[in-house]
Nanobody, 121 residues
């Protein structure tokens, strides 16, 4: 019943910007933690940014100063603003959410379907 839907990926030139969103829907009581991951071809999936209630977002060194993560609690949505994009940012980006479900009040982890970000030189 709970699902994460990602959007905002696409093709952009180096130096450009994209804004990714990840909306959680379904039987949700609350969002606990959110994170953005990416996986390039032949590479391991890596953590890009994460945010937990009550603390500031954390970022991978490779994206610090360029990416900004935020969340809209009322809409159960998280965002990743990506500026000054580089070709090495090319990857499939996934959102990951830890949430408490409304039906059983249990805590579960969910992954988005992924959205492709391609940065041309």
């Amino acid at each position: 019943q709970v699902q994460l839907v990602e959007s905002g990926g696409g093709l952009v030139q180096a130096g450009g910007s994209l804004r990714l969103s990840c909306a959680a829907s379904g039987s949700i009581f609350s969002i606990n933690t959110m994170g953005w991951y990416r996986q390039a071809p032949g590479k391991q999936r890596e953590l890009v940014a994460s945010i937990t209630a009550g603390v500031s977002p954390t970022y991978a060194d490779s994206v610090k100063g360029r990416f900004t993560m935020s969340r809209d609690n009322a809409k159960n949505t998280m965002f990743l603003q990506m500026n000054s994009l580089k070709p090495e940012d090319t990857a499939v980006y996934y959102c990951k959410v830890s949430l408490t479900r409304l039906d059983d009040r249990g805590t579960y982890l969910y992954w988005g379907q992924g959205t492709q970000v391609t940065v041309s030189s």
